[in-house]
């Protein structure tokens, strides 16, 4: 299970191609937009029948959440030889939390989240805080994620909140959505916002590096910034469900197993645009050139860190809240 974009490009060129190029395995990748799971992979998970693809790739908050409903086949039971002590040789922020030493899935790589924006608008200058959000100039111009997602560190930083307020009080998050609601022109994923941008139909929007450099190498006039409050981050999962025939999935498991390998790393997050958690893997040349961006996984400075485990347990509340807002 892939995402589209420069997301499904990456994991082709890095991992999937390579690894059939390794074992004359053929990799066909089931297209997922958005962070939750495809209904056919959960209802099949559910009843206990043999789900739709071999390998998920996703964001770890859903990973974690099929991981407590036992749908996962741990990565450290009946894999290949090898397995554990590529899983070992990982920055700890691999591993994921709650669950000892055991590893329903693995964490790869940390995503940060930036400010894009249309270039000509800000000349030779950047927007220097999330602030800008608010000028008039960009009313219905601003894009968010659906629900908001991601944006909810930021929203109770602007709002004069702590982040150790979250979840007990969120009155300055949602204070903040309040007064952003009518800036805000589109609540989505990043496929097809390109061509809303190419239109100026978009001016500001709130994305994943990736999806920041992907509308850059797709022509588009977009640069993108890390504004002084903070950027959030992120952290993605593959994991291998359970019900598969017994030789999917020990070639599902080598699939992850070749993905968490130094060069695998270093190829993939090279294309992402994402912090490689594989210790000897040498950094994303978009982090060297930006200071502003975390330079390690230890490096927290700037960072506006949520636990995907707190992410996980109030999601749903924040999704209805949000809602109420933007209705």
Same mark, same amino acid.
């Given at each position: 299970?892939?995402?589209?974009?420069?997301?499904?490009?990456?994991?082709?060129?890095?991992?999937?191609?390579?690894?059939?190029?390794?074992?004359?395995?053929?990799?066909?990748?089931?297209?997922?937009?958005?962070?939750?799971?495809?209904?056919?992979?959960?209802? %099949?998970?559910?009843?206990?029948?043999?789900?739709?693809?071999?390998?998920?790739?996703?964001?770890?908050?859903?990973?974690?959440d099929?991981?407590q409903?036992?749908?996962?086949?741990?990565?450290d039971e009946?894999?290949?030889?090898?397995?554990?002590?590529?899983?070992?040789?990982?920055?700890? #922020?691999? #591993?994921?939390?709650?669950?000892?030493?055991?590893?329903?899935?693995?964490?790869? &790589?940390?995503v940060?989240?930036?400010?894009?924006? /249309?270039?000509?608008? *800000?000349?030779?200058?950047?927007?220097?805080s999330?602030?800008?959000?608010?000028?008039? #100039? *960009?009313?219905?111009?601003?894009?968010?994620y659906?629900?908001?997602?991601?944006?909810?560190?930021?929203?109770?930083?602007?709002?004069?909140?702590?982040?150790?307020?979250?979840?007990?009080?969120?009155?300055?998050?949602?204070?903040?959505?309040?007064?952003?609601?009518?800036?805000?022109?589109?609540?989505? &994923?990043?496929?097809?916002?390109?061509?809303?941008?190419?239109?100026?139909?978009?001016?500001?929007?709130f #994305?994943?590096?990736?999806?920041?450099i992907?509308?850059?190498?797709e022509? !588009?006039?977009?640069?993108?910034?890390?504004?002084?409050?903070?950027?959030?981050?992120?952290?993605? %999962?593959?994991?291998?469900?359970?019900?598969?025939?017994?030789?999917? %999935?020990?070639?599902?498991?080598?699939?992850?197993?070749?993905?968490?390998?130094?060069?695998?790393?270093? %190829?993939?997050?090279?294309?992402?645009?994402?912090?490689?958690?594989?210790?000897?893997?040498? !950094?994303p040349?978009? &982090?060297?050139?930006?200071?502003?961006l975390?330079?390690?996984?230890?490096?927290?400075?700037?960072?506006?860190?949520?636990?995907?485990?707190?992410?996980?347990?109030?999601?749903?509340?924040?999704?209805? /809240? *949000?809602?109420?807002?933007?209705?």
């Amino acid at each position: 299970m892939s995402w589209a974009g420069g997301w499904g490009e990456a994991l082709l060129e890095a991992v999937s191609n390579p690894f059939t190029a390794l074992t004359g395995i053929p990799v066909h990748h089931e297209i997922n937009i958005g962070l939750k799971l495809p209904a056919k992979l959960t209802n %099949a998970l559910e009843a206990g029948e043999r789900p739709p693809v071999d390998v998920v790739w996703c964001n770890a908050v859903p990973a974690l959440d099929a991981a407590q409903r036992d749908w996962t086949d741990p990565l450290d039971e009946n894999s290949p030889e090898g397995m554990i002590s590529a899983l070992e040789a990982l920055h700890p #922020r691999s #591993r994921p939390e709650g669950f000892g030493t055991r590893w329903p899935f693995v964490q790869p &790589y940390v995503v940060h989240y930036v400010l894009a924006y /249309r270039t000509k608008l *800000f000349g030779k200058d950047k927007p220097e805080s999330w602030q800008v959000l608010f000028e008039p #100039r *960009f009313k219905e111009k601003v894009a968010l994620y659906p629900g908001g997602s991601g944006f909810y560190p930021i929203a109770q930083k602007l709002g004069g909140g702590s982040l150790d307020d979250i979840p007990d009080n969120m009155e300055p998050c949602w204070k903040i959505f309040s007064q952003l609601k009518n800036q805000v022109g589109q609540l989505d &994923y990043s496929i097809g916002m390109g061509e809303q941008i190419r239109r100026e139909k978009l001016d500001l929007c709130f #994305r994943a590096l990736t999806n920041a450099i992907t509308f850059k190498n797709e022509g !588009l006039d977009i640069s993108w910034t890390a504004p002084r409050e903070g950027i959030p981050d992120t952290i993605d %999962a593959l994991w291998v469900p359970k019900n598969l025939p017994e030789n999917s %999935a020990y070639w599902a498991k080598h699939f992850i197993q070749f993905a968490l390998s130094r060069n695998t790393q270093e %190829a993939w997050c090279e294309r992402l645009g994402t912090l490689p958690l594989h210790p000897q893997a040498a !950094l994303p040349t978009v &982090y060297r050139g930006h200071p502003e961006l975390p330079q390690s996984p230890d490096d927290g400075k700037g960072v506006l860190h949520l636990p995907e485990s707190l992410k996980l347990r109030c999601q749903k509340d924040w999704e209805i /809240r *949000f809602q109420k807002i933007f209705l």
